[in-house]
């Protein structure tokens, strides 16, 4: 059984639990109670299940940022968000998908992360 604090994560999840075990083994009596009723499943198994990634939340929000400080200008955007790392490209003159890619691989060579 596990007892929710605040609701904030309980959807993702509940649908986590219920991909993984199936819906019918898992319930909810409650708003803040969740049943997990598979037979022989060891409390341990679940604890390390990660619901959110907080990396993916706070990479969207500095892109948001990015866009309002990119100058009016740049009307060639793009973002991109990988393992552990993003990237924002922006440009007033158009750039080749190629360009950007190499651009990219650069630079993210620079420090040591691989594309």
């Given at each position: 059984m596990l007892d929710i604090g605040t609701e904030t994560y309980l959807s993702p999840m509940l649908s986590i639990l219920w991909d993984t075990y199936g819906r019918d083994l898992i319930t909810q009596p409650d708003r803040f109670t969740v049943k997990i009723l598979v037979p022989g499943l060891d409390p341990r198994e679940i604890e390390d299940v990660m619901v959110v990634d907080p990396s993916?939340?706070?990479f969207h929000d500095i892109i948001?940022?990015?866009q309002w400080i990119a100058p009016e200008g740049f009307k060639v955007r793009r973002e991109t968000i990988g393992e552990g790392?993003?990237?924002?490209v922006a440009s007033e003159n158009t750039l080749d998908e190629k360009e950007i890619d190499s651009l990219l691989k650069e630079k993210f060579a620079c420090v040591g992360v691989t594309v």
């Amino acid at each position: 059984m596990l007892d929710i604090g605040t609701e904030t994560y309980l959807s993702p999840m509940l649908s986590i639990l219920w991909d993984t075990y199936g819906r019918d083994l898992i319930t909810q009596p409650d708003r803040f109670t969740v049943k997990i009723l598979v037979p022989g499943l060891d409390p341990r198994e679940i604890e390390d299940v990660m619901v959110v990634d907080p990396s993916e939340g706070m990479f969207h929000d500095i892109i948001y940022a990015l866009q309002w400080i990119a100058p009016e200008g740049f009307k060639v955007r793009r973002e991109t968000i990988g393992e552990g790392f993003f990237s924002y490209v922006a440009s007033e003159n158009t750039l080749d998908e190629k360009e950007i890619d190499s651009l990219l691989k650069e630079k993210f060579a620079c420090v040591g992360v691989t594309v």
